[in-house]
């Protein structure tokens, strides 16, 4: 049986406020919850101005006391922009305000431009080849407390929340650790589709059993965009289009409202790039979607699919979260 989630990264829309796109976020998640999905994760991006989430674990608490049944988390925390220490005292004292509701997703990129990155980190290089150590070190601050006085650092809050920890990759690195580690492992498939196939055979192949998991367990995601008719949807998907092609030209800004069509935004080899980066969109009428999604999951055996809904209009952005919805039933009988 095929879970259904959502990944926001309370986007900033042109025209409005931080404070608007955390109360967005807020309603998303009430309205996700309502409506049956397993998770609602938020993603570190730091230096984008059309995305609110850079504080991940404020934004976390933030959904969370506002919903009571689904779980809350990383997706994910850049682990390498901190200490692994700090990271299991946040997600401690979540754990200890939202008890077995919240999640820890760790990412290996920045979730910025290098500029950035170096005044979160300082050392680039370390912090990225210390991945795998920072990983274990974090594991352990959240387990059991030490008691023989081999380990002198103790998470208060922390130790003994067991917070599951997932791996985030959109390569093969996270997934070769993931399989050795015994974790679940998340590809974001919503805009790294590349190595989408090898990276989870990968993970499948090196998995080991742990004291986590016992077989493996995958997450992919997807850029999804639903409404009433293909038109509309396909009219609400422009802004990612927009928002993709403004990354890719390093030009960056707000959530940019949709257009009636992309012709004369983009050259047909941005066209193609943009199209390529999002080929396992799922952007339709709830008879597409359905499909769309029930191939994605045929496609990857996925335990799990996290949804990202990059839809401008907050209302259109909800009836998207219930089609999905209504297609995920369909998923679940066929399954």
Same mark, same amino acid.
């Given at each position: 049986?095929?879970?259904?989630?959502?990944?926001?990264?309370?986007?900033?829309?042109?025209?409005?406020?931080?404070?608007?796109?955390?109360?967005?976020?807020?309603?998303?998640?009430?309205?996700?919850?309502?409506?049956?999905?397993?998770?609602?994760?938020?993603?570190?991006?730091?230096?984008?101005?059309?995305?609110?989430?850079?504080?991940?674990?404020?934004?976390?608490?933030?959904?969370?006391?506002?919903?009571?049944?689904?779980?809350?988390?990383?997706?994910?925390?850049?682990?390498?922009?901190?200490?692994?220490?700090?990271?299991?005292?946040?997600?401690?004292?979540?754990?200890?305000?939202?008890?077995?509701?919240?999640?820890?997703?760790?990412?290996?990129?920045?979730?910025?431009?290098?500029?950035?990155?170096?005044?979160?980190?300082?050392?680039?290089?370390?912090?990225?080849?210390?991945?795998?150590?920072?990983?274990?070190?974090?594991?352990?601050?959240?387990?059991?407390?030490?008691?023989?006085?081999?380990?002198?650092?103790?998470?208060?809050?922390?130790?003994?929340?067991? +917070?599951?920890?997932?791996?985030?990759?959109?390569?093969?690195?996270?997934?070769?650790?993931?399989?050795?580690?015994?974790?679940?492992?998340?590809?974001?498939?919503?805009?790294?589709?590349?190595?989408?196939?090898?990276?989870?055979?990968?993970?499948?192949?090196?998995?080991?059993?742990?004291?986590?998991?016992?077989?493996?367990?995958?997450?992919?995601?997807?850029?999804?965009?639903?409404?009433?008719?293909?038109?509309?949807?396909?009219?609400?998907?422009?802004?990612?289009?927009?928002?993709?092609?403004?990354?890719?030209?390093?030009?960056?800004?707000?959530?940019?409202?949709?257009?009636?069509?992309?012709?004369?935004?983009?050259?047909?080899?941005?066209?193609?790039?943009?199209?390529?980066?999002?080929?396992?969109?799922?952007?339709?009428?709830?008879?597409?979607?359905?499909?769309?999604?029930?191939?994605?999951? +045929?496609?990857?055996?996925?335990?799990?699919?996290?949804?990202?809904?990059?839809?401008?209009?907050?209302?259109?952005?909800?009836?998207?979260?219930?089609?999905?919805?209504?297609?995920?039933?369909?998923?679940?009988?066929?399954?």
């Amino acid at each position: 049986m095929t879970d259904l989630s959502i990944l926001d990264l309370s986007p900033i829309n042109q025209g409005s406020t931080v404070a608007q796109s955390l109360e967005n976020s807020r309603q998303l998640a009430i309205k996700a919850e309502s409506l049956g999905y397993r998770r609602f994760w938020l993603a570190e991006h730091h230096g984008m101005p059309g995305i609110a989430s850079a504080a991940t674990a404020l934004v976390i608490q933030h959904v969370a006391a506002a919903t009571k049944t689904i779980r809350v988390g990383s997706g994910g925390i850049m682990l390498p922009n901190h200490s692994p220490l700090v990271i299991a005292e946040q997600f401690g004292t979540l754990e200890a305000l939202f008890p077995g509701r919240i999640d820890l997703g760790l990412g290996r990129a920045p979730g910025t431009d290098m500029k950035t990155a170096r005044a979160l980190r300082r050392n680039l290089d370390a912090a990225a080849e210390n991945f795998p150590q920072d990983v274990i070190e974090l594991m352990r601050l959240l387990g059991p407390a030490d008691q023989t006085g081999s380990h002198h650092i103790l998470a208060v809050p922390g130790a003994g929340a067991k +917070v599951p920890v997932w791996l985030l990759g959109s390569s093969h690195y996270s997934a070769h650790l993931a399989g050795i580690l015994g974790l679940p492992f998340a590809f974001a498939s919503h805009f790294a589709p590349d190595m989408l196939l090898s990276a989870l055979e990968i993970y499948r192949e090196r998995f080991e059993p742990s004291g986590v998991l016992d077989k493996p367990h995958v997450m992919v995601g997807a850029m999804a965009v639903a409404a009433d008719t293909a038109t509309e949807a396909a009219y609400h998907f422009t802004s990612m289009q927009q928002s993709f092609l403004r990354l890719r030209r390093g030009t960056p800004g707000a959530f940019p409202a949709p257009v009636e069509t992309m012709d004369g935004h983009w050259s047909d080899q941005e066209r193609i790039m943009v199209e390529h980066t999002l080929q396992y969109a799922m952007v339709g009428d709830q008879p597409t979607v359905r499909r769309r999604l029930a191939e994605f999951q +045929v496609l990857t055996g996925a335990d799990e699919i996290i949804l990202s809904m990059p839809v401008y209009d907050m209302a259109a952005k909800l009836r998207s979260l219930e089609i999905f919805a209504d297609a995920r039933e369909t998923l679940k009988t066929a399954a």
